[in-house]
């Protein structure tokens, strides 16, 4: 509701003459550079040599220091600091109980796109719960292979450790049968050891739903970056709050449904509050006065 067309702002208009340097060593490139060229205009580059596996890793031998925006934030400024560049992306990925839903599991995809030459931090968010995190202790080569199997692999990536919480003998570029077959029997066969663990490999280029997890984080970052101050056309207006106390139908007091978003400019601060709900009043189902 506050878009206005994309080709009219200076900003957006800049990125098309900037590259745009990808935080990344997971070929998140195939996922995220088409889409932001078709929508944006904006041409993304990797950085050589650029290891994002210091700011944390999913097998858990590299704890990621922070939250996840900050673990994103941190991705994009080192790749500025290698390139000498003022336009960056960087995704980052968590796993765990859906915040509402406490016993199915969810991913959260994050991507941020920081613009330093105009001070500008864009987000866009995706969760699902097409995306798990799986892990089981296995006895044998075969029944290593089993499990993978039915976990999707090949195409799905597979890790093999000597247990779960160990750092030592940990095999993240397991391609083929014959290559899990092999880790798997040398890891049961050093020093008597009945048993090792599997679990499956997170990564982008190892993670066919998290790509497109990936993806759909892409495509609201995009929205995120067309949604316009309406004041000063910058890009990223963008909910900053969300405000609840939507009153009761039947006894008119506040509930904790939203009532409010909050909207933001990023540059001038302008602020627009925006009804959530197409009713005036929440049902009186949700109201702990009337249906404690």
């Not at 077959?181 to 050093?190: E, K, P, V």
Request: glycine share 4%; charged share 15%.
């Amino acid at each position: 509701m506050f878009t206005s067309h994309v080709n009219n702002n200076l900003i957006l208009e800049d990125w098309k003459t900037r590259p745009c340097i990808l935080a990344t060593m997971h070929s998140k490139e195939t996922v995220i550079a088409p889409l932001l060229a078709e929508a944006l205009g904006v041409t993304v580059t990797v950085p050589t040599g650029f290891n994002t596996d210091t700011f944390g890793t999913f097998t858990r031998d590299i704890i990621r220091v922070g939250n996840q925006l900050e673990a994103a934030k941190a991705k994009a400024r080192a790749a500025l600091s290698l390139t000498g560049a003022d336009f960056a992306l960087a995704s980052e990925g968590s796993f765990g109980s859906h915040p509402n839903l406490p016993f199915i599991p969810s991913n959260l995809e994050l991507i941020l796109l920081l613009d330093t030459k105009h001070n500008l931090e864009v987000v866009g968010y995706h969760r699902t719960n097409a995306v798990i995190a799986r892990g089981q202790v296995v006895h044998s080569p075969a029944e290593a292979l089993e499990v993978a199997t039915n976990w999707g692999f090949p195409h799905q990536g597979i890790i093999l450790r000597v247990s779960e919480r160990s750092a030592r003998y940990l095999y993240k570029d397991t391609v083929t049968e014959s290559d899990l077959l092999t880790i798997a029997n040398t890891l049961l066969g050093s020093y008597f050891r009945s048993s090792i663990f599997i679990e499956t490999d997170l990564r982008a280029h190892r993670c066919p739903p998290r790509r497109e997890s990936i993806r759909a984080a892409t495509l609201d970052l995009i929205k995120q970056c067309q949604n316009l101050c309406p004041v000063c056309s910058t890009p990223g207006f963008a909910i900053t709050e969300v405000i609840t106390g939507l009153p009761c139908s039947t006894c008119t007091l506040p509930t904790d449904q939203p009532k409010n978003l909050r909207y933001t400019c990023q540059v001038c601060h302008h602020e627009v509050l925006e009804p959530v709900s197409t009713t005036p009043t929440a049902d009186p189902s949700v109201c702990i006065w009337c249906n404690p």
